[in-house]
């Protein structure tokens, strides 16, 4: 059989919905209840299709930059040019597009898609294979709720983390900071230390909660001492983004941890867009870090990949940030840490399915890993050609 | 002149409110979403005065914090020392003030509302006489619907816009500039142009249809052609940022826009304060028909003496306050600067939903505001549903 070749690229803006109205989050205003997924499909010559999302691409550029970009980079390209593999795991991007997967990771995940499908095997066993047989996920949505019910303040956070724990989720993040923007900084970091109280009320002692200030205690390490001794008794998993990456800072919450018994993970990296740079190589190599969190699909598999191999040794975890990538974050997230040894949790964004169909089932909490080629996600294309094509919009040859 | 009102508190609260349904996208920016809100500052004065604005602009730009610092700078003063007044009216800023008031226009609201009520006169008569009482508003909410449901394509804004009309609106303003970002540049004129036909077939020849394209047709201006060429049936009111303020382009869209739709005006300036060289260059050659600072961005007297300067200058523009994210308060402003501003045109309505504020005079019917006669902005909030909702999320400033 010759090799196949892309001849079909699409993107689709799909409108993905959260099962409730997300909040503010230290910095940024109100998420809202829908948000686009431009999914990328491409096929090749024998009809073989592979797809990633290119919503990160989109926040910053054109559908005019992106299908000129796409092209650039995919069109009539061999599939076996796309990822260099040995011993059935993938070491690299094939040179033709190497620099174009680490520049935009978020195609890599097409790549592993379109190579495990056109060659029988799951992104899974790309990236290594399975160390786990299930994949937990914490339930990423309780922004700040408390401000869309004002009423019910802290008592709206814990009715939805407890909505959270029904729904089967074991873990869920906490957004935290509201001293960083919405309130003044003392009245922020109690009603933070409220909400989390609150919910670890309302969700009992055998769940995880995980604290995420997207950098809201900025020039208040003082009130950042406060809630972490006053969140000691919640037991918090990890301790995100509390402030802007920085050594001293990051000393100093250390030393807070130490004198207030707290055990949580410190983890950030999301904002690293190229990673592993320089503050965060020193934040790994002094220990001062735990977890390291750039974007699943911004960096893709193949950066991941790479991240990995230079985490190795440094006792810090893979966490990749999933938020705003929509169902198919998760489904990447899941085909990540399935085959990562030291991989924590999947950020899950709770959207509606759409046009996707996953094989994966969630139960207990984890996501259950499968066997099915690629990333095991197939398009209902019914549904897609009935709701979304009249916005499709095709790079062609 | 009386002395006997000094501010001695003011409370911040946000106030969320709801459009009742998805706003979606414009040329460059993601969904509005279900909701927004008001972030509610009650001034009030020791002698029981209280004046209401929106200090959305600071908190857009800054955080709690910030606004916290710049309000505190009003307690202990006295309503009347920020602005001259004679025989009743405004006539000039207090130096003091004036770079305060000009990095924070909405506080111009609170002092307006709180000199008409020391005064027993509502707001705009601060500005000068009555000229119309009813001001004309359209409904400016119809984004990217075709994005939010894309099964129903240009239908969806369609849609929209009738249920609009249904509501008693006689003018809707349609979000455009799809070849901007969101779409393959010539599906998104083709699609612009169907969402604008399928309105005008939707509402009917007697509504009028203002289109507003965040600048979405920079560097496509053979495209822009074609967008005001396939639309000419549907008269179209205005066109609104249809490319970036530059001279040469808005000639040749000047051009196309006498040769195809020669109704429609020419609109711009909503991110200025008017005061940018370039939109007196525009004026000067008749290339913009109305101009839009946001009201509450720039507050009353610096609209007051820019549209005084438009109209010394000779120039035929006219104004058309920007108004989005202002929500109620901006538009009762807007509607208080209309009835005394000879060259206004209409006032901008997100349509948000609040049930903070009772029937407060400013009726609405087939298409217009009444102006009411109570004195400072004649906005009435429910204080019992706020006391409930809001104080948890309050922030007070005293002495």
């Excluded at chain 2, 006489?129 to 969806?156: K, T």
């Excluded at chain 2, 009309?165 to 970002?181: I, S």
């Excluded at chain 2, 939903?353 to 400072?376: C, H, I, M, Q």
């Amino acid at each position: 059989m010759s090799p196949q070749r892309i001849k079909e690229i699409s993107v689709t803006p799909i409108p993905a919905h959260y099962r409730k109205e997300l909040g503010k989050n230290a910095y940024a205003d109100n998420r809202g209840t829908q948000w686009l997924e431009w999914v990328v499909r491409a096929r090749t010559d024998q009809g073989v299709e592979g797809i990633t999302l290119a919503s990160r691409f989109m926040r910053e550029s054109s559908v005019q930059s992106l299908l000129d970009t796409l092209r650039e980079v995919f069109m009539g390209r061999p599939v076996d040019d796309l990822l260099n593999i040995s011993g059935g795991r993938v070491t690299g991007p094939g040179a033709p597009v190497a620099r174009a997967f680490e520049q935009h990771g978020w195609m890599s995940i097409l790549a592993y898609d379109l190579v495990g499908r056109v060659n029988g095997v799951s992104c899974v066993d790309l990236l290594g294979g399975r160390v786990r047989d299930s994949v937990p996920a914490y339930d990423t949505t309780l922004y700040f709720q408390d401000f869309l019910d004002p009423e019910k303040g802290p008592v709206k956070a814990a009715e939805e983390a407890a909505e959270a724990r029904r729904a089967g989720y074991r873990q869920a993040k906490i957004k935290v900071g509201r001293g960083g923007r919405w309130m003044l900084p003392e009245a922020g970091m109690r009603r933070d230390v409220d909400v989390v109280l609150a919910i670890r009320e309302a969700v009992g002692p055998d769940f995880t909660l995980m604290v995420d200030g997207n950098f809201g205690y900025d020039g208040h390490l003082d009130l950042l001492d406060d809630f972490i001794r006053e969140t000691v008794p919640a037991g918090i998993f990890w301790l995100e983004e509390m402030i802007t990456h920085d050594l001293d800072g990051y000393r100093a919450i250390r030393e807070m941890q130490a004198r207030h018994g707290s055990k949580a993970l410190l983890t950030c990296g999301e904002v690293d867009r190229t990673p592993i740079s320089t503050t965060f190589r020193y934040l790994i190599e002094d220990g001062l870090i735990d977890g390291y969190q750039p974007d699943i699909v911004a960096q893709g598999f193949s950066t991941w990949q790479r991240i990995e191999r230079e985490l190795a040794g440094a006792g810090v975890r893979s966490i990749p940030h999933n938020f705003g990538n929509g169902c198919f974050g998760t489904y990447a997230s899941l085909a990540f840490g399935a085959a990562s040894e030291t991989f924590a949790s999947i950020e899950d964004e709770r959207c509606v399915p759409h046009v996707f169909t996953p094989a994966h089932r969630f139960e207990n909490g984890s996501y259950v890993v499968g066997d099915a080629p690629g990333l095991g996600v197939e398009i209902d294309e019914e549904k897609f050609q009935s709701k979304y094509a009249a916005n499709e919009f095709k790079v062609t040859g | 002149m009386p002395h006997e009102h000094r501010i001695s508190e003011i409370r911040i609260a946000p106030v969320e409110t709801t459009f009742g349904r998805i706003v979606g996208r414009n040329s460059k920016s993601e969904n509005y979403g279900l909701n927004q809100r008001e972030w509610l500052v009650h001034v009030s004065t020791d002698s029981g005065l209280t004046g209401v604005t929106n200090a959305r602009p600071s908190m857009n730009r800054a955080p709690l914090s910030a606004l916290y610092e710049s309000l505190k700078l009003l307690i202990g003063r006295d309503v009347f020392e920020f602005y001259r007044l004679s025989n009743g009216r405004v006539t000039g800023v207090n130096p003091r003030w004036q770079e305060y008031l000009r990095l924070h226009g909405f506080v111009d609201f609170a002092l307006f509302d709180l000199m008409g009520k020391a005064l027993g006169v509502p707001a705009h008569r601060l500005l000068g006489d009555r000229v119309r009482d009813r001001i004309d508003a359209y409904d400016s909410s119809l984004y990217f619907q075709d994005l939010v449901h894309p099964e129903l394509g240009a239908g969806a804004v369609a849609q929209e816009a009738k249920e609009a009309v249904e509501r008693g609106w006689r003018a809707v303003k349609l979000k455009l500039g799809r070849p901007g970002k969101w779409f393959e540049p010539n599906a998104g004129t083709s699609r612009d142009i169907d969402v604008v036909n399928a309105v005008r077939e939707a509402v009917g020849p007697e509504v009028r249809i203002l289109v507003d394209a965040n600048n979405g047709y920079d560097g496509r201006l053979p495209l822009l052609e074609r967008f005001v060429r396939e639309t000419a049936q549907a008269n179209v009111f205005w066109m609104e940022e249809m490319i970036t303020e530059n001279v040469e382009g808005y000639r040749q869209l000047r051009d196309w826009r006498d040769r195809y739709s020669p109704g429609a005006m020419l609109v711009d300036g909503e991110s200025d304060e008017g005061r940018n060289t370039i939109y007196w260059q525009l004026m000067e050659e008749g290339l913009l028909d109305a101009i839009q600072p946001d009201m509450l961005h720039l507050g009353f007297w610096p609209y007051h003496i820019l549209a005084r300067d438009i109209e010394d200058s000779g120039y035929a523009t006219k104004i058309a306050p920007h108004n989005f994210n202002a929500a109620a308060i901006g538009l009762r402003g807007v509607i208080q600067f209309g009835a005394v501003t000879e060259r206004f045109v209409i006032a901008e309505d997100s349509t948000l939903k609040f049930d903070l504020y009772r029937e407060d005079g400013y009726e609405f019917t087939n298409g217009a505001y009444s102006v009411p006669d109570a004195p400072g902005l004649a906005i009435d909030i429910d204080m019992d549903l706020y006391r409930r909702r809001h104080s948890r999320d309050e922030t007070v400033i005293r002495n």
